[in-house]
């Protein structure tokens, strides 16, 4: 070992173009990003909305059958529970995600 003679590789160093390409592409991928985040919100939002209204107008509607009435607000309680279900699930595994330090 000692004695040993080392060899370099030799590096090569990408052009400019490279360096603005990527540059590019990462700022489509944090736009795509964004706006998947802006329509998903959005859609929750909105879906929410919705089914709160239409068990709040069929709950208060005492025309409708009973099991419909019961039928929606076990729907929506469903929802709901699995909707909290999940992000807990998901902050739970962020909290203790081995490898959320490892840069890609």
Known sequence: MI???RKETPVEVPPD?????FRAEAYNRMERGAGWIFLSVGSIVLIAGGLYE?????????????????????????????????VRERIFVFKRDPYKEVER
């Open 3 to 5: 004695g040993e003679e």
């Open 54 to 86: 239409l068990a709040v107008s069929l709950l208060r509607d005492a025309a409708d059958p009973w099991w419909v009435r019961f039928g929606v607000a076990a729907l929506v309680v469903g929802l709901a529970v699995l909707f909290v279900s999940v």
């Open 17 to 21: 173009e490279s360096h603005d390409a």
